[in-house]
């Protein structure tokens, strides 16, 4: 049993929710889709089967939270690398 959240004025960004009977749990991930990607796990958690609708609405917003702070961590590593172009190896044998 599976559900999709999306993220309002994120359309890059969604939360998979899926509930496992035999583990007696909820899984949460926080998805990510940069340009020319997969969509990519940036966050996961997971909650008790016999959970509250308050602790559900805290791990989505804590799934959110820490995959909105990887998505930027991961947009300025990605600017860096674009920015490489080439990368000289000295010769040792100078």
């Not at 929710?17 to 899984?27: A, G, K």
Request: proline share 4%; aromatic share 12%; net charge negative.
């Amino acid at each position: 049993m599976n559900w999709k959240i999306n993220i309002q004025d994120k359309p890059n960004y969604k939360i998979d929710v899926r509930f496992d009977p035999q583990t007696e749990s909820i899984y949460f991930q926080g998805k990510y889709k940069g340009h020319n990607m997969n969509w990519a796990v940036f966050s996961e958690d997971k909650l008790p089967m016999n959970t509250n609708l308050t602790d559900i609405q805290t791990t989505l917003f804590n799934i959110y939270t820490v995959m909105d702070n990887r998505v930027l961590q991961y947009v300025d590593i990605n600017k860096t690398f674009n920015a490489i172009q080439n990368i000289e190896i000295p010769n040792n044998n100078d």
